[in-house]
Each structure stands twice: as structure tokens, then as C-alpha cells.
DNA sequence: TATTGACCTAAAGTCAGGTTTAGGTGTTAC
DNA sequence: GTAACACCTAAACCTGACTTTAGGTCAATA
């Protein structure tokens, strides 16, 4: 069992957002000892991970809710939470292959900057052709214009 | 020369939000007619790509505003912009690895799913020890708790 | 006994990043 | 010549996800 100061520093999220996420019933089955101070238990922590887990994939913090409510509903959902974790799992794919496609921009922008700086300035390298990049460049090149 | 509507096609942003972004001082030189109407060249085209990589690295419209800034002020300003490119490359690596991370805790979470749907309940998944799960599934629980 | 520290609630406030609204201009299509 | 379109501005509005504030409880320490 752990107070909430000691969730907030497991966790490295502040109090008021643990005392919010309860608020808006992300955590269900939290326990209140009688003068109303919360205790968590192992399986809080557990909803915890996945919360901060889902709200990386992108999603919502009511949509997040939605879910708790489907554990708290018992056997008669496993099936469409295996099938919401399914799709999240699309969702984190899509999203770091969007980030891929911005590192390629990234890392073409410091092999420009890089040449620039060696230049003194942008000159050559606003005129650049495919032609006189070299073969790493111009695959990244490609892949972002 | 592209019109804010055909600018907007192009990249599936809304009109409204490529006005934002203009009022925001997110696209210096972007020209306007006589009439007070947009006028999107290449360059302004190379803008709206950066700034959508930059968004996607996690970086804000005044941050993204201050880099553009550095832009219009010329050579000068070639190694700030190199580093700030170096900065956001370390920002969506460390971007990936959560997701990646997080990914993790989606894997076991559709195995979980999908050996509950099986049993028709959760009882022997809510329980179930390190020594009873294949391998892979193993060590992905192990890098998530 | 009084003060400190960790907790509590309800309600208001904040902030980023847009979006919507209201009212207007200028050009082409019938 | 009038209607339909695509554009414009300024300003108000919205949403999600917190955070802050104000006022209070309770247990342990000085």
C-alpha cells in the first residue's frame, strides 16, 4: 500500500494529476481509508503503467476511462479490450513511423546545416541538385520531398 | 505560386490553421497580392514541411516561430539553427524509445488479451508467474515493470 | 498544546493550439 | 447584374489536460 506522495515519486507525476486521473475515473477501485486518504495497492499501480502507456499511444483521457470501466465489467469485455489494444498497438506503430519520416527531415536538415556552417553560408546549399548529394542524403532527401 | 486552398489540399491542413500559423510569424516572406490574398512559393512549401517535422518532435509554435526568425536573419544564425536541429534529433530519438517502450507494455497486454479470451476469463491470467510465459513474452514483461 | 507535514475537496484558473463566427472583398459563371 | 466561390481580418470561442487556490482534516513531533 502506497500514500499518494509515494505513487508521485515512483511515477515521477505530480499529486494533482494522480488526484485528477481519479477524479475522472481512471482509477477505479482505488481505496479511501476512513478519513478519505487514498491507498494504492499493486493493482493501482498496474492501471497506473497502462494509463500512462495509453495516453502515450494518443489516447484520450476519457477514452482511457472508457477502458477502465470495460476492466471493472469483468470476463464479458476481455474481448473488446484485447481488441483496443490491438488497435493502440496500430496507433504506436503509425505514430513512430511518423517520427522516422521527421528524423529523415532532421537529418537531412543537419548534414545542410552542417555543410552551410563549413560554407560560411547558405549559398551552395540553397542551389543544391540531388546529384551532388551524397548517396545517404539523397535517399533522405527523397523520402521527405 | 499556390493558392491557402490548394497549399491546404496538399498537405491535408486546414485553411484555418495555415492562417494560424501565418499570424503565429510562422511563415516569413509568405507573399500576399494586391488584394491581401496568399501566395504560398517553394520556399514557403519547405517551411510548412519543417514546421511539421518540428511539431512532431514535440516542439512548440513559439519555439518553431524564434527558429524561423533565425532563418530570416541570414548566415549569421547557421550554427544556432545546426543545433537546434541536433537538439530535436536527440528530442524524437528519445521520443521513439518511449514509444517503442510503450509498445512493449501493447504486446503483452494483446497476449494477456488473447490467452484470456481463450480461457473465457481472466483468473489464470490475473496470476500468472515469469516461469509460465513463453519467453519473448517474458522479456518484453520485463522491461515494462 | 501548538505547529508542522502530508493528506483532502471543490472550484476556479491556465495554456497551447487551434476553430468558429461575423462581416467583408474580388473574380468568375450564368 | 447577381449569385456563387475562394479568399480576407479580427475577435471570440473551444478543448483537453492539467494546475492552482482556498479552506479544511488528521497524526506526529517540539
Redesign the pocket.
Known amino acids: 500500500m502506497y ?4 505513487v ?1 515519486e515512483m511515477f515521477n ?11 475522472e475515473g481512471l482509477l477505479i477501485n482505488l481505496e ?1 481509508d ?5 491507498k494504492f495497492n499493486e493493482s493501482n499501480l498496474e492501471a497506473i503503467r497502462v494509463i500512462e502507456c495509453l ?1 502515450k499511444s494518443g ?4 477514452d ?1 476511462k472508457e477502458f477502465m470501466s470495460w476492466v471493472s465489467e469483468g470476463n464479458k469485455t476481455i474481448t473488446k479490450r484485447k481488441n483496443m489494444f490491438l488497435k493502440q498497438k496500430e496507433n504506436i506503430e503509425a505514430k513512430i513511423k511518423e517520427l522516422q519520416k521527421a528524423l529523415n527531415m532532421i537529418n537531412y536538415k543537419c548534414w545542410y546545416y552542417t555543410q552551410a556552417e563549413k560554407d560560411g553560408n547558405e549559398k551552395r546549399m540553397k542551389n543544391i541538385t540531388l546529384k551532388e548529394m551524397p548517396k545517404e542524403i539523397r535517399e533522405i532527401w527523397k523520402n521527405v520531398h
Chains 1, 2 share one sequence.
Open positions: 500514500s499518494i506522495g509515494e508521485s507525476i505530480p499529486i494533482s494529476t494522480l488526484r485528477y486521473y481519479d477524479k479511501k476512513k478519513s478519505g486518504i487514498r495516453k489516447m484520450q483521457i476519457k482511457i
